[in-house]
C-alpha cells in the first residue's frame, strides 16, 4: 500500500513513538488505568457500565484527544505541517495521514478495554451497536477537539494543561451521566456524558429497537458536540507556528 495518506500515516507512527511523552500518554496510561479500573470490581451492570464508560474515555481523551492536540501542535512548530502542504499532498491527506495512528490505536485500545473489563466479570454488552456509536462518535468528537485545542497549545509539552479543561468535562460528564442513570439531560450535556449513556444502555435490559430509541438524546448531544468541536477546529485550526 503506497497511498500518501498510508505513508504519512506510518511516518506519524514513527515520530509519535520516538516521542516518549505522547508514547507514554498514548500508550501505556490507558492500558494501566482501564485495567486497574477493572481488577476487583463487584455489583451489578451499572457499576460495571460506569466501569466501561471511564475505560473508553481514558482511551478517548489520552490516546485520541491529548495525542492528537500534542501531536499536531509538534508538527505545526517544527513546520512540518506546512512543509508538507506545499508539496503534493492536499492539506486533507496531510491530516488524515497526521490523525489515522492515533485514531487507529484509540480504537484498538478500545477493542482491548473491553475484552479485559468482559474477562474481569463485566456483562457482554447485549447491544454492541451503542457500544461502537460511542466509540466512533467520541473518537471523532475527540479529534475535533484536539484540533481545536492545538490552536491554542505552543508546544506539546504545553498539551498537558491545555487539554485539561476537555479531559475534567470527559471524566465529570460520564460520572454524572452514570449516577443519574440517563434521566438527566444536562449529563448528557456535558462533554463524556452522552459517550457514558450509550456504553450504558448497551448493557440494559431489553430490545435492540427499545435501546436504541431511549439513547437517542445521547447520540443528538454527541453530534451537537462533534458539530460544536468541528466548527471551532475549522476556524481556530492553523498551519503557521503560533510564534
Same mark, same amino acid.
Given at each position: ?21 505522547v508514547a ?49 501542535t ?6 512540518y505541517?506546512?512543509?508538507l ?6 492539506p ?52 475535533a477537539?484536539?484540533? !481545536? ?22 471524566? !465529570?460528564?460520564a ?33 435492540w ?14 453530534l ?20
Amino acid at each position: 500500500m503506497n497511498s500518501p495518506v498510508f505513508a504519512l500515516a506510518t511516518t506519524e507512527a514513527k515520530l509519535l513513538l520516538r516521542n516518549k511523552t505522547v508514547a507514554t500518554t498514548a500508550i501505556l496510561i490507558p492500558l494501566l488505568m482501564g485495567f486497574a479500573m477493572a481488577t476487583g470490581v463487584g455489583g451489578g451492570a451499572r457499576t460495571w457500565a460506569m466501569v466501561l464508560s471511564l475505560q473508553m474515555l481514558f482511551v478517548l481523551g489520552f490516546t485520541v484527544y491529548f495525542t492528537v492536540t500534542a501531536s499536531v501542535t509538534s508538527r505545526r512548530e517544527d513546520l512540518y505541517l506546512k512543509r508538507l502542504c506545499s508539496a503534493e499532498p492536499s492539506p486533507v491527506v496531510v491530516l488524515t495521514g497526521t490523525l489515522l495512528p492515533s485514531v487507529v490505536l484509540g480504537l484498538l485500545q478500545v477493542v482491548v478495554m473491553t475484552v479485559i473489563a468482559v474477562a474481569a466479570g463485566a456483562p457482554v454488552p447485549g447491544n454492541p451497536v451503542l457500544v461502537a456509536l460511542a466509540a466512533v462518535g467520541g473518537t471523532v468528537m475527540c479529534i475535533a477537539a484536539g484540533l !481545536a485545542t492545538s490552536a491554542h497549545t505552543s508546544t506539546s509539552e504545553q498539551a498537558q494543561i491545555t487539554t485539561l479543561p476537555f479531559f475534567m468535562a470527559l471524566f !465529570a460528564g460520564a460520572v454524572w451521566a452514570s449516577v443519574s442513570g440517563g434521566t438527566n439531560l444536562l449529563a448528557l450535556a456535558v462533554p463524556g456524558g452522552a459517550v457514558a449513556d450509550l456504553v450504558r444502555r448497551s448493557l440494559a435490559e431489553g430490545d435492540w429497537l427499545t435501546q436504541l430509541t431511549g439513547a437517542l438524546p445521547a447520540m443528538g448531544m454527541l453530534l451537537a458536540w462533534i458539530v460544536v468541536a468541528g466548527l471551532l477546529a475549522r476556524r481556530w485550526f492553523r498551519w503557521e507556528p503560533r510564534s
